[in-house]
Each structure stands twice: as C-alpha cells, then as structure tokens.
C-alpha cells in the first residue's frame, strides 16, 4: 500500500470523501489517504492527525515525499483537537479504530463539527457504538458497505447531518443498530457470512453455558447472547 495504491478499505473510504472537499483523517497513520484523495483529485485539501509520535513523523515524511506540504497540513493531537478553529473543515474520515473509540473522538470533539458534512467511519469493531451516537446526535447514515480483504470484514458507515431515524425502516431498532440498517436491507454476501459466523459463535458459547453452573455472570452472558442471536434471526431469517 502507498499513496497511489490503498487496500481496499482505505479506497472504500476514500470513495466517500467528497470532490473538492478539505477533510481531517484522524489517526493518518502514513497519511496514504490524504495523499491519495489530493493526488486522485478527489479533494483539494486535509489535515492529518496522528497522536502519537511515530505515526505522526511518518505521516509528516510522506507528505514531504509526495511534494504535499501545500495541500495537506500534519498535526499531533488527540483526536478531533487538530482541527483548529478557522479551519474549514467539509468532511471527517476515521479508519481502522474500535467503534468505542470513534465514538468517544466524535463525542469529545463536537464542538469541532458544527461545519462538517460528512462522517466516513470504519470501525473495526462494534459498529454498534457509533450508529448508537449518530442517532442520538442527528447524524443519518446515508450508506453503509460491508467488505472483506485479507480474510478481515470492515464496515464503512456515511452519515450527513439530517433525519437520523430516517434509514430505521425495516426490522426493529436493536436490530438495525446491531447490524446496520442499509446493510441489512441490502443483505450482501459479505454481509451474510458475517453474521452467520457470528451466529454461530455466539450459538457455540450459549450451549457451553446451558451446561455450565448458573451464576449471576453466566446468566447475564446466556441474556445478551440469546437477544442478539434473535435480532440476527430476525433479519437473516434464521
């Protein structure tokens, strides 16, 4: 992977940032999207954050390399503190963190979204979280893709500010949440063995339960898989 070549997730992101936008990509990494999206033409501007010293550093150097210190501003901070105020900011993108995470970026950084258009988000796990956040934070998902690269499933959720219930159709909320209401409506492949394995899994651990000791953690576990299993039987028809 490299400024002209991302993995499939990244170009999945980057699919979704908006022609001639200026967008911050929290936790850059190499910076390969900001790169790619000025290069390809896809925006005309970004910041790139990184917290941590080493990641900011490489960061810093590609944008060098690529002859993009014009384009694309490199800042170390704690999620969405790089973005200072003046900063025209169109469109945030998130990439290759656990939905608890992102969450609580977009939650302690919310001040800094009063102007921005778009969220792209991939969560590596527990997805869950942030469409719980952008429900109760007037964020619509827009779309929803479901991919697998490299034996590994990602999720890339969009959201724009709007009607957040709007997506919240068919089947019930718990279940939209848990699995993605695009997603489930349009019942990918993907999308389906996802959530078959995870069915199954969850399905091995119940039994393992059922013949365990009753105890107040066991039963808690055999509550909160049981109801998930039933809200994946419910879209996947199980």
């Known amino acids: 992977m490299n400024e002209l070549k991302l993995s499939k997730r990244l170009e999945t992101v980057a699919g979704y940032i908006p022609k001639g936008a200026v967008f911050a990509d929290i936790g850059s990494d190499h910076a390969y999207l900001p790169c790619y999206s000025i290069l390809k033409g896809i925006a005309k501007g970004a910041i790139a954050g990184e917290i941590t010293d080493g990641p ?3 960061a810093k150097s590609q944008v060098q390399k690529c002859e993009l210190t014009d384009k694309i ?5 704690d999620g969405l503190s790089v973005i200072n105020e003046g900063d025209t900011v169109d469109c945030i993108t998130i990439a290759g963190m656990g939905g608890s995470l992102i969450k609580k970026i977009l939650e302690d950084g919310s001040s800094k979204l009063n102007q921005v258009k778009r969220l792209v ?3 590596n796990i527990h997805a869950i979280s942030i469409r719980k956040w952008l429900l109760d934070n007037g964020w619509v998902l827009i779309n929803e893709e479901i991919i697998e690269e490299d034996q590994k499933i990602y999720e890339i959720l969009v959201a724009e500010i709007g009607d957040p219930l709007l997506p919240y159709q068919a089947y019930s909320l718990e279940a939209n949440l848990l699995l993605g209401p695009i997603l489930a409506r349009k019942k990918s492949p993907v999308f389906v063995k996802k959530w078959s394995q995870e069915y199954n899994h969850w399905k091995t651990i119940v039994q393992k339960l059922e013949q365990a000791g009753h105890t107040y953690e066991n039963n808690e576990k055999y509550r ?3 109801n998930k299993m039933k809200l994946v039987e419910e879209v996947l028809l199980l």
Not at 73 to 77: E, I
């Open 56 to 58: 900011f550093l490489s």
């Open 73 to 77: 501003s490199v800042r170390q901070g």
């Open 121 to 123: 988000l991939q969560p």
């Open 224 to 226: 909160e898989l049981t």
